[in-house]
Protein backbone atom coordinates (compact mmCIF):
# COMPACT_ATOMS: atom_id res chain seq x y z
CA UNK A 1 0.00 0.00 0.00
CA UNK A 2 3.28 2.52 0.89
CA UNK A 3 4.54 1.59 -2.51
CA UNK A 4 1.17 1.93 -4.33
CA UNK A 5 0.99 5.49 -2.55
CA UNK A 6 4.80 6.62 -3.17
CA UNK A 7 3.93 5.79 -7.13
CA UNK A 8 0.69 7.64 -6.87
CA UNK A 9 2.71 10.69 -5.39
CA UNK A 10 5.50 10.28 -7.93
CA UNK A 11 2.98 10.37 -10.81
CA UNK A 12 1.42 13.04 -9.23
CA UNK A 13 4.71 15.23 -8.76
CA UNK A 14 5.61 14.22 -12.54
CA UNK A 15 2.29 15.24 -14.26
CA UNK A 16 2.77 18.87 -11.93
CA UNK A 17 6.07 18.98 -13.24
CA UNK A 18 5.22 18.28 -17.19
CA UNK A 19 2.06 20.67 -16.54
CA UNK A 20 4.74 23.61 -15.72
CA UNK A 21 7.24 23.08 -18.10
CA UNK A 22 4.51 22.75 -20.63
CA UNK A 23 2.89 26.49 -19.39
CA UNK A 24 6.96 27.49 -19.45
CA UNK A 25 7.25 26.45 -23.23
CA UNK A 26 4.14 28.89 -24.18
CA UNK A 27 4.46 31.19 -21.91
CA UNK A 28 8.45 31.32 -23.46
CA UNK A 29 6.88 30.95 -26.93
CA UNK A 30 4.12 33.98 -26.70
CA UNK A 31 6.72 36.08 -25.48
CA UNK A 32 9.25 35.31 -28.51
CA UNK A 33 6.70 35.77 -30.89
CA UNK A 34 5.82 38.90 -29.64
CA UNK A 35 9.11 40.31 -29.79
CA UNK A 36 10.41 38.47 -32.59
CA UNK A 37 6.89 40.37 -34.70
CA UNK A 38 8.00 43.63 -33.22
CA UNK A 39 11.52 43.07 -33.99
CA UNK A 40 10.16 42.55 -37.20
CA UNK A 41 8.18 45.55 -37.99
CA UNK A 42 11.52 48.00 -36.48
CA UNK A 43 13.57 46.31 -38.74
CA UNK A 44 11.22 47.20 -41.54
CA UNK A 45 10.51 50.77 -40.56
CA UNK A 46 14.53 50.72 -40.86
CA UNK A 47 15.66 50.76 -36.68
CA UNK A 48 18.21 48.12 -37.13
CA UNK A 49 19.66 48.76 -33.57
CA UNK A 50 16.31 48.31 -31.47
CA UNK A 51 15.60 44.96 -33.26
CA UNK A 52 19.14 43.68 -33.28
CA UNK A 53 18.34 44.08 -29.18
CA UNK A 54 15.23 42.49 -29.09
CA UNK A 55 16.86 39.58 -31.16
CA UNK A 56 19.18 39.28 -28.39
CA UNK A 57 16.88 39.35 -25.28
CA UNK A 58 14.75 36.82 -27.54
CA UNK A 59 18.19 34.29 -27.43
CA UNK A 60 18.70 35.06 -23.81
CA UNK A 61 14.75 34.21 -22.78
CA UNK A 62 14.99 31.15 -25.09
CA UNK A 63 17.91 29.49 -23.35
CA UNK A 64 17.71 30.61 -20.23
CA UNK A 65 14.01 29.30 -19.95
CA UNK A 66 13.93 25.96 -22.13
CA UNK A 67 17.98 24.69 -21.51
CA UNK A 68 18.32 22.94 -18.84
CA UNK A 69 21.47 23.65 -17.97
CA UNK A 70 21.11 27.03 -18.40
CA UNK A 71 17.65 26.86 -15.35
CA UNK A 72 20.10 28.46 -13.30
CA UNK A 73 19.99 31.39 -15.01
CA UNK A 74 16.44 32.20 -16.23
CA UNK A 75 15.44 34.74 -13.64
CA UNK A 76 18.56 36.81 -14.84
CA UNK A 77 18.00 36.54 -17.97
CA UNK A 78 14.89 38.88 -17.48
CA UNK A 79 16.63 41.18 -14.98
CA UNK A 80 19.40 41.22 -18.05
CA UNK A 81 17.20 42.06 -20.44
CA UNK A 82 15.54 44.57 -18.88
CA UNK A 83 19.40 46.20 -18.20
CA UNK A 84 19.98 45.90 -21.82
CA UNK A 85 16.74 47.58 -22.82
CA UNK A 86 16.86 50.37 -20.72
CA UNK A 87 20.25 50.77 -19.45
CA UNK A 88 22.96 49.62 -22.11
CA UNK A 89 21.09 49.86 -25.67
CA UNK A 90 20.29 54.11 -24.56
CA UNK A 91 24.02 54.41 -24.03
CA UNK A 92 24.95 52.30 -26.98
CA UNK A 93 22.55 54.40 -29.16
CA UNK A 94 23.41 57.39 -27.60
CA UNK A 95 27.18 56.85 -28.76
CA UNK A 96 26.15 55.67 -32.18
CA UNK A 97 24.25 58.68 -32.82
CA UNK A 98 27.14 61.11 -31.78
CA UNK A 99 28.65 59.73 -34.97
CA UNK A 100 25.49 60.52 -37.38
CA UNK A 101 23.80 63.64 -38.14
CA UNK A 102 20.56 62.83 -36.48
CA UNK A 103 18.10 65.50 -35.72
CA UNK A 104 16.27 67.76 -37.33
CA UNK A 105 15.09 66.54 -41.47
CA UNK A 106 16.76 63.64 -41.14
CA UNK A 107 15.12 61.69 -38.36
CA UNK A 108 14.16 58.78 -40.37
CA UNK A 109 15.54 55.81 -42.30
CA UNK A 110 16.74 56.34 -46.16
CA UNK A 111 13.95 54.14 -47.56
CA UNK A 112 11.53 56.60 -45.67
CA UNK A 113 12.88 59.47 -47.42
CA UNK A 114 12.89 57.96 -50.58
CA UNK A 115 9.60 56.74 -50.18
CA UNK A 116 8.46 60.55 -49.20
CA UNK A 117 10.58 62.21 -51.97
CA UNK A 118 8.97 60.25 -54.63
CA UNK A 119 5.52 60.71 -53.46
CA UNK A 120 6.10 64.61 -54.39
CA UNK A 121 4.29 65.40 -57.57
CA UNK A 122 3.73 68.46 -60.11
CA UNK A 123 0.66 68.87 -62.65
CA UNK A 124 2.30 69.24 -66.08
CA UNK A 125 1.29 71.34 -68.66
CA UNK A 126 -1.38 68.45 -70.51
CA UNK A 127 -2.33 67.25 -67.52
CA UNK A 128 -6.25 68.25 -66.11
CA UNK A 129 -7.60 69.10 -63.12
CA UNK A 130 -10.93 67.33 -61.59
CA UNK A 131 -13.56 68.56 -59.27
CA UNK A 132 -14.32 65.76 -57.57
CA UNK A 133 -16.22 63.12 -55.11
CA UNK A 134 -14.85 60.19 -52.85
CA UNK A 135 -17.19 56.94 -52.25
CA UNK A 136 -15.38 54.63 -49.45
CA UNK A 137 -15.99 50.76 -49.20
CA UNK A 138 -15.92 49.06 -45.84
CA UNK A 139 -12.78 47.71 -46.29
CA UNK A 140 -11.26 50.69 -47.29
CA UNK A 141 -11.85 50.80 -51.10
CA UNK A 142 -12.44 53.69 -52.95
CA UNK A 143 -13.91 54.89 -56.26
CA UNK A 144 -13.48 59.03 -57.10
CA UNK A 145 -16.15 60.38 -59.62
CA UNK A 146 -14.17 63.20 -61.73
CA UNK A 147 -15.40 66.21 -63.69
CA UNK A 148 -13.31 68.24 -65.88
CA UNK A 149 -13.42 72.12 -66.92
CA UNK A 150 -15.58 71.05 -70.28
CA UNK A 151 -18.10 69.13 -68.03
CA UNK A 152 -17.11 65.49 -68.72
CA UNK A 153 -17.83 63.55 -65.81
CA UNK A 154 -15.61 59.70 -65.22
CA UNK A 155 -16.00 57.05 -62.27
CA UNK A 156 -12.13 55.68 -61.30
CA UNK A 157 -11.22 53.31 -59.71
CA UNK A 158 -7.54 52.91 -57.41
CA UNK A 159 -4.68 51.80 -58.98
CA UNK A 160 -4.59 48.22 -58.06
CA UNK A 161 -7.95 47.11 -58.01
CA UNK A 162 -9.40 44.02 -60.20
CA UNK A 163 -11.19 45.12 -63.07
CA UNK A 164 -11.14 48.35 -65.29
CA UNK A 165 -9.50 51.58 -64.51
CA UNK A 166 -13.26 53.04 -65.34
CA UNK A 167 -16.32 52.53 -64.55
CA UNK A 168 -19.42 52.90 -66.43
CA UNK A 169 -21.71 56.28 -65.29
CA UNK A 170 -24.96 54.21 -66.12
CA UNK A 171 -27.68 54.54 -63.49
CA UNK A 172 -28.50 51.20 -62.32
CA UNK A 173 -25.31 49.38 -64.11
CA UNK A 174 -22.51 48.24 -61.93
CA UNK A 175 -24.43 48.93 -58.17
CA UNK A 176 -24.66 52.78 -59.92
CA UNK A 177 -28.12 54.49 -58.09
CA UNK A 178 -29.61 57.96 -59.18
CA UNK A 179 -27.05 60.53 -60.13
CA UNK A 180 -27.64 63.95 -58.99
CA UNK A 181 -27.51 67.27 -60.99
CA UNK A 182 -23.99 67.28 -61.50
CA UNK A 183 -23.87 63.87 -62.65
CA UNK A 184 -22.32 62.43 -59.63
CA UNK A 185 -24.20 58.74 -58.27
CA UNK A 186 -26.33 59.35 -55.50
CA UNK A 187 -25.39 55.73 -53.95
CA UNK A 188 -23.05 52.55 -55.24
CA UNK A 189 -23.78 49.45 -53.96
CA UNK A 190 -21.01 48.54 -51.35
CA UNK A 191 -19.76 52.22 -51.30
CA UNK A 192 -20.55 54.81 -48.93
CA UNK A 193 -20.16 58.35 -50.41
CA UNK A 194 -18.23 60.95 -48.60
CA UNK A 195 -19.32 64.33 -47.91
CA UNK A 196 -16.78 67.14 -47.56
CA UNK A 197 -15.57 67.12 -43.82
CA UNK A 198 -15.32 63.13 -44.10
CA UNK A 199 -13.19 63.37 -46.80
CA UNK A 200 -11.07 65.88 -45.74
CA UNK A 201 -10.52 64.16 -42.71
CA UNK A 202 -9.70 60.70 -44.60
CA UNK A 203 -5.72 61.12 -44.29
CA UNK A 204 -6.03 57.65 -47.15
CA UNK A 205 -7.52 60.26 -49.96
CA UNK A 206 -4.44 61.65 -50.55
CA UNK A 207 -2.14 59.27 -51.37
CA UNK A 208 -4.15 57.05 -53.39
CA UNK A 209 -3.81 56.76 -56.68
CA UNK A 210 -6.53 56.44 -59.09
CA UNK A 211 -7.42 55.79 -62.77
CA UNK A 212 -5.00 54.48 -65.63
CA UNK A 213 -1.48 52.82 -63.93
CA UNK A 214 0.60 55.44 -66.51
CA UNK A 215 -1.94 58.37 -66.11
CA UNK A 216 -2.83 58.33 -62.50
CA UNK A 217 -5.35 60.73 -60.89
CA UNK A 218 -4.45 62.11 -57.42
CA UNK A 219 -6.59 63.99 -54.90
CA UNK A 220 -4.53 67.36 -53.79
CA UNK A 221 -7.19 69.28 -52.56
CA UNK A 222 -10.24 69.48 -50.75
CA UNK A 223 -11.87 70.72 -54.32
CA UNK A 224 -9.47 69.15 -56.90
CA UNK A 225 -7.89 66.57 -58.18
CA UNK A 226 -5.47 66.14 -60.74
CA UNK A 227 -3.18 64.20 -63.06
CA UNK A 228 0.18 64.78 -60.95
CA UNK A 229 3.02 63.01 -62.12
CA UNK A 230 6.15 62.12 -59.79
CA UNK A 231 8.10 65.47 -59.31
CA UNK A 232 11.62 63.33 -59.10
CA UNK A 233 13.02 60.38 -60.11
CA UNK A 234 14.97 57.78 -58.09
CA UNK A 235 17.50 55.75 -59.75
CA UNK A 236 18.53 53.37 -57.29
CA UNK A 237 21.94 52.03 -58.99
CA UNK A 238 23.39 55.52 -58.65
CA UNK A 239 21.46 56.60 -54.94
CA UNK A 240 20.50 59.66 -57.05
CA UNK A 241 17.21 62.09 -57.63
CA UNK A 242 16.56 63.71 -61.12
CA UNK A 243 13.92 66.67 -61.21
CA UNK A 244 11.62 66.08 -63.51
CA UNK A 245 11.02 69.26 -64.71
CA UNK A 246 14.86 71.00 -64.84
CA UNK A 247 16.50 67.62 -65.28
CA UNK A 248 18.66 68.51 -62.38
CA UNK A 249 20.54 65.70 -60.43
CA UNK A 250 20.47 65.36 -56.79
CA UNK A 251 23.32 63.54 -54.98
CA UNK A 252 23.32 61.54 -51.54
CA UNK A 253 25.47 63.75 -49.68
CA UNK A 254 26.32 62.72 -45.84
CA UNK A 255 22.09 61.72 -45.62
CA UNK A 256 20.91 65.41 -47.72
CA UNK A 257 20.57 64.62 -51.40
CA UNK A 258 22.50 67.80 -52.51
CA UNK A 259 22.94 69.15 -55.98
CA UNK A 260 25.90 70.74 -57.08
CA UNK A 261 24.30 74.31 -56.65
CA UNK A 262 23.65 73.72 -53.33
CA UNK A 263 19.81 73.03 -53.77
CA UNK A 264 18.60 70.17 -51.15
CA UNK A 265 15.71 67.76 -50.99
CA UNK A 266 13.58 67.63 -47.96
CA UNK A 267 13.75 64.94 -45.88
CA UNK A 268 17.01 63.71 -45.76
CA UNK A 269 17.83 60.51 -43.64
CA UNK A 270 19.60 60.02 -40.77
CA UNK A 271 23.21 58.98 -41.68
CA UNK A 272 26.56 58.11 -40.32
CA UNK A 273 29.01 61.37 -40.64
CA UNK A 274 32.30 59.75 -38.60
CA UNK A 275 33.82 62.65 -36.11
CA UNK A 276 32.00 65.85 -38.14
CA UNK A 277 29.67 66.91 -34.85
CA UNK A 278 32.82 66.73 -32.68
CA UNK A 279 35.22 68.54 -34.95
CA UNK A 280 32.38 70.90 -35.18
CA UNK A 281 31.99 71.26 -31.26
CA UNK A 282 35.85 71.93 -31.56
CA UNK A 283 35.99 73.87 -34.61
CA UNK A 284 33.62 76.79 -34.60
CA UNK A 285 34.22 80.06 -33.03
CA UNK A 286 30.65 80.82 -32.75
CA UNK A 287 30.12 78.07 -30.22
CA UNK A 288 33.39 77.62 -28.58
CA UNK A 289 33.22 81.39 -26.99
CA UNK A 290 30.16 80.12 -24.93
CA UNK A 291 31.17 76.88 -24.01
CA UNK A 292 34.50 77.74 -22.45
CA UNK A 293 32.28 80.24 -20.16
CA UNK A 294 29.74 77.21 -19.83
CA UNK A 295 32.23 74.35 -19.03
CA UNK A 296 34.15 77.17 -16.28
CA UNK A 297 30.61 77.97 -14.65
CA UNK A 298 29.78 74.59 -14.57
CA UNK A 299 32.62 73.27 -12.32
CA UNK A 300 32.53 76.54 -10.48
CA UNK A 301 28.93 75.54 -9.77
CA UNK A 302 29.29 72.02 -8.68
CA UNK A 303 32.53 72.66 -6.65
CA UNK A 304 30.74 75.55 -4.75
CA UNK A 305 27.31 73.74 -4.08
CA UNK A 306 29.47 71.16 -2.83
CA UNK A 307 31.17 72.88 -0.29
CA UNK A 308 28.36 75.36 0.77
CA UNK A 309 25.98 72.17 0.82
CA UNK A 310 28.46 70.15 2.98
CA UNK A 311 30.10 73.30 4.82
CA UNK A 312 26.35 74.22 6.36
CA UNK A 313 25.45 70.78 6.68
CA UNK A 314 28.32 70.45 8.95
CA UNK A 315 28.02 73.33 11.42
CA UNK A 316 24.57 72.27 12.08
CA UNK A 317 25.35 68.69 12.87
CA UNK A 318 28.27 70.07 14.85
CA UNK A 319 26.38 72.89 16.85
CA UNK A 320 23.66 70.24 17.55
CA UNK A 321 25.53 67.69 18.41
CA UNK A 322 26.21 69.04 21.41
CA UNK A 323 24.54 67.21 23.99
CA UNK A 324 24.15 69.82 26.37
CA UNK A 325 21.93 71.55 23.42
CA UNK A 326 18.13 72.00 24.94
CA UNK A 327 15.30 71.38 22.26
CA UNK A 328 18.15 69.90 19.65
CA UNK A 329 15.37 67.48 18.17
CA UNK A 330 12.51 69.92 17.21
CA UNK A 331 15.11 72.15 15.62
CA UNK A 332 16.54 69.50 13.50
CA UNK A 333 13.07 68.14 12.56
CA UNK A 334 12.26 71.89 11.41
CA UNK A 335 15.60 72.19 9.76
CA UNK A 336 14.98 68.71 7.71
CA UNK A 337 11.89 70.97 5.98
CA UNK A 338 13.22 71.87 2.91
CA UNK A 339 14.36 68.22 2.30
CA UNK A 340 10.76 67.10 2.45
CA UNK A 341 9.36 69.96 -0.14
CA UNK A 342 9.02 68.63 -3.67
CA UNK A 343 12.53 70.78 -4.63
CA UNK A 344 10.29 72.38 -8.13
CA UNK A 345 8.08 73.53 -5.52
CA UNK A 346 10.74 74.68 -3.34
CA UNK A 347 13.10 76.78 -7.01
CA UNK A 348 9.48 78.47 -7.74
CA UNK A 349 9.04 79.88 -4.11
CA UNK A 350 12.76 81.01 -4.44
CA UNK A 351 12.28 82.34 -7.89
CA UNK A 352 8.93 84.73 -6.64
CA UNK A 353 11.45 85.60 -3.56
CA UNK A 354 14.11 87.13 -5.84
CA UNK A 355 11.60 88.53 -8.51
CA UNK A 356 13.46 91.93 -8.65
CA UNK A 357 9.98 93.98 -8.12
CA UNK A 358 7.78 92.12 -6.38
CA UNK A 359 9.95 89.45 -4.22
CA UNK A 360 9.98 89.25 -0.33
CA UNK A 361 14.06 89.71 -0.49
CA UNK A 362 14.57 92.96 -2.89
CA UNK A 363 11.55 94.73 -1.13
CA UNK A 364 13.63 93.80 2.18
CA UNK A 365 17.37 95.36 0.43
CA UNK A 366 15.18 98.02 -0.82
CA UNK A 367 14.09 98.71 2.77
CA UNK A 368 17.11 98.18 4.51
CA UNK A 369 19.98 99.46 2.56
CA UNK A 370 18.03 100.73 -0.25
CA UNK A 371 19.09 98.68 -3.54
CA UNK A 372 17.49 96.66 -5.24
CA UNK A 373 19.32 93.91 -7.27
CA UNK A 374 18.91 92.65 -10.75
CA UNK A 375 19.20 89.06 -9.72
CA UNK A 376 17.84 87.48 -13.56
CA UNK A 377 19.32 89.83 -15.67
CA UNK A 378 23.21 90.70 -14.23
CA UNK A 379 25.17 87.26 -14.17
CA UNK A 380 26.84 86.96 -11.20
CA UNK A 381 24.16 87.96 -8.93
CA UNK A 382 22.17 84.93 -11.13
CA UNK A 383 24.55 82.79 -10.17
CA UNK A 384 25.00 83.57 -6.81
CA UNK A 385 21.46 83.81 -6.21
CA UNK A 386 21.58 79.73 -7.99
CA UNK A 387 23.69 78.89 -5.43
CA UNK A 388 22.11 80.60 -2.42
CA UNK A 389 19.07 78.21 -3.64
CA UNK A 390 21.11 74.99 -4.15
CA UNK A 391 22.35 75.32 -0.82
CA UNK A 392 19.23 75.23 0.78
CA UNK A 393 18.06 72.48 -1.06
CA UNK A 394 21.45 70.49 -0.31
CA UNK A 395 21.91 70.88 3.02
CA UNK A 396 19.67 69.20 4.72
CA UNK A 397 21.05 66.30 2.93
CA UNK A 398 24.70 66.25 4.31
CA UNK A 399 22.75 67.62 7.85
CA UNK A 400 22.03 64.28 7.89
CA UNK A 401 24.91 62.70 6.43
CA UNK A 402 27.58 64.10 8.55
CA UNK A 403 24.95 63.98 12.07
CA UNK A 404 25.54 59.85 11.74
CA UNK A 405 28.98 60.01 10.46
CA UNK A 406 30.14 62.43 13.33
CA UNK A 407 28.67 59.77 15.93
CA UNK A 408 30.77 56.90 14.39
CA UNK A 409 34.34 58.84 15.23
CA UNK A 410 35.46 57.29 19.12
CA UNK A 411 35.21 59.88 21.48
CA UNK A 412 38.76 58.61 22.91
CA UNK A 413 40.60 60.16 20.17
CA UNK A 414 39.12 63.78 21.22
CA UNK A 415 40.21 62.95 24.99
CA UNK A 416 43.50 62.44 23.86
CA UNK A 417 44.27 65.40 21.99
CA UNK A 418 42.51 67.59 24.20
CA UNK A 419 45.25 65.98 27.05
CA UNK A 420 48.02 66.94 24.30
CA UNK A 421 46.88 70.73 24.53
CA UNK A 422 44.84 70.76 21.20
CA UNK A 423 42.25 73.57 20.42
CA UNK A 424 38.90 72.94 18.98
CA UNK A 425 39.84 74.14 15.54
CA UNK A 426 42.96 72.04 15.78
CA UNK A 427 40.88 68.73 16.44
CA UNK A 428 38.13 69.42 14.19
CA UNK A 429 41.27 69.98 11.41
CA UNK A 430 43.08 67.60 12.55
CA UNK A 431 40.82 64.42 13.24
CA UNK A 432 36.90 65.39 13.01
CA UNK A 433 37.53 66.52 8.94
CA UNK A 434 40.07 63.65 7.81
CA UNK A 435 37.82 60.57 9.23
CA UNK A 436 34.57 62.46 8.02
CA UNK A 437 36.01 62.91 4.38
CA UNK A 438 36.95 59.12 4.42
CA UNK A 439 33.22 58.33 5.41
CA UNK A 440 31.59 60.25 3.59
CA UNK A 441 33.99 60.92 0.68
CA UNK A 442 32.05 58.73 -1.52
CA UNK A 443 29.25 60.57 -1.25
CA UNK A 444 31.05 63.74 -2.04
CA UNK A 445 31.79 62.52 -5.40
CA UNK A 446 28.15 61.49 -5.76
CA UNK A 447 27.15 65.06 -5.11
CA UNK A 448 29.27 66.67 -7.19
CA UNK A 449 28.21 64.59 -10.33
CA UNK A 450 24.58 65.37 -9.28
CA UNK A 451 25.25 69.41 -9.28
CA UNK A 452 27.34 68.51 -12.18
CA UNK A 453 24.16 67.68 -13.89
CA UNK A 454 22.01 69.47 -12.26
CA UNK A 455 19.34 70.12 -14.99
CA UNK A 456 15.90 70.84 -12.87
CA UNK A 457 17.47 73.55 -10.84
CA UNK A 458 19.01 75.82 -13.98
CA UNK A 459 15.71 74.89 -15.83
CA UNK A 460 13.45 75.89 -13.35
CA UNK A 461 14.96 78.97 -11.75
CA UNK A 462 16.11 80.68 -14.87
CA UNK A 463 16.43 78.66 -17.33
CA UNK A 464 20.25 79.39 -18.15
CA UNK A 465 19.82 83.40 -18.43
CA UNK A 466 20.39 85.67 -18.80
CA UNK A 467 21.63 85.14 -22.75
CA UNK A 468 25.11 85.78 -23.58
CA UNK A 469 25.13 88.28 -25.89
CA UNK A 470 27.97 87.01 -28.05
CA UNK A 471 26.61 83.49 -28.07
CA UNK A 472 25.25 81.88 -31.60
CA UNK A 473 23.42 79.47 -29.76
CA UNK A 474 20.89 79.55 -27.12
CA UNK A 475 23.60 80.24 -24.30
CA UNK A 476 23.23 81.70 -20.92
CA UNK A 477 25.28 82.60 -18.15
CA UNK A 478 23.82 80.24 -15.60
CA UNK A 479 23.84 77.21 -18.64
CA UNK A 480 25.88 74.28 -17.36
CA UNK A 481 26.70 71.83 -20.03
CA UNK A 482 23.34 69.64 -19.44
CA UNK A 483 21.14 72.70 -19.69
CA UNK A 484 23.52 74.01 -23.14
CA UNK A 485 23.14 70.22 -24.22
CA UNK A 486 19.10 70.54 -24.08
CA UNK A 487 18.75 74.03 -26.02
CA UNK A 488 21.31 72.28 -28.94
CA UNK A 489 18.97 69.22 -28.75
CA UNK A 490 15.45 70.48 -28.50
CA UNK A 491 14.93 74.49 -28.08
CA UNK A 492 17.72 75.84 -31.15
CA UNK A 493 15.95 77.92 -33.79
CA UNK A 494 17.25 75.50 -35.85
CA UNK A 495 15.46 72.93 -34.97
CA UNK A 496 16.67 69.60 -33.18
CA UNK A 497 20.36 68.26 -33.23
CA UNK A 498 20.31 64.78 -31.37
CA UNK A 499 23.40 64.01 -33.00
CA UNK A 500 25.43 67.25 -31.97
CA UNK A 501 23.66 66.80 -28.90
CA UNK A 502 24.71 62.93 -28.45
CA UNK A 503 28.77 64.19 -29.02
CA UNK A 504 28.54 67.22 -26.75
CA UNK A 505 27.37 64.56 -23.72
CA UNK A 506 29.98 62.59 -25.03
CA UNK A 507 32.49 65.05 -24.16
CA UNK A 508 30.51 65.32 -20.66
CA UNK A 509 30.70 61.70 -19.80
CA UNK A 510 34.54 61.91 -20.44
CA UNK A 511 34.81 65.05 -18.40
CA UNK A 512 32.82 63.30 -15.77
CA UNK A 513 34.82 60.28 -15.40
CA UNK A 514 37.82 62.08 -15.44
CA UNK A 515 36.39 64.14 -12.59
CA UNK A 516 35.59 61.14 -10.40
CA UNK A 517 38.27 59.39 -11.15
CA UNK A 518 40.73 62.49 -9.62
CA UNK A 519 38.02 62.36 -7.22
CA UNK A 520 38.09 58.92 -6.07
CA UNK A 521 42.08 59.83 -5.90
CA UNK A 522 41.44 62.67 -3.69
CA UNK A 523 39.44 60.25 -1.02
CA UNK A 524 42.06 57.65 -1.08
CA UNK A 525 44.06 60.39 -0.53
CA UNK A 526 41.92 60.94 3.13
CA UNK A 527 41.91 57.52 3.42
CA UNK A 528 45.71 57.34 4.25
CA UNK A 529 45.13 60.61 6.22
CA UNK A 530 42.57 58.90 7.98
CA UNK A 531 44.63 55.51 8.80
CA UNK A 532 47.22 57.67 10.42
CA UNK A 533 44.72 59.76 12.50
Known amino acids: MNTLDASKANLAKKTISNISNLATIILVAIVDVALAWLAFKLFGLGYVPIGICLIIIIVMITVA ?133 EAATDKNLTNIKFGDPEHTIQVRSPTEAAEL ?172 VTSGALQSIPHDIYEAAEIDGASGWQSFRSITLPLLLVSVGPLMISSFIFNFNNFNLIYAFINGGPPIPTATTQAGYTDIIISYVYNLAFASGRGVQYGYASAISLILFVLIAVMSLLQFRFTNMWEEVGENV
Open 229 to 400: LPLYAYDPETNTFTHAITGTVYYDKEGTYTAKNGDQLIPGYSAFIGTKNFVTFINSPGLRGPLVTIVIWNFLFATFSLLLTFSVGLLISIIYGDPKFKGKKILRSLLLIPYTIPSLITILIWRGMFNPDLGIINRMLESVFNISPRWFTEPWLARAALLIVNTWLGYPYWML
Open 65 to 197: FLVPKAHMFKWMAVGLSAWLLFSIFPIVYTIYNAFTNYGDGHLITQAQAIEQIQAQTYLPETGKAYQWIAYRSNDNKYLLWLKDAEGNTKLVTQVGMEGDAEIPLVSGENGIGELDAEGAPITIEGYKRLNRI
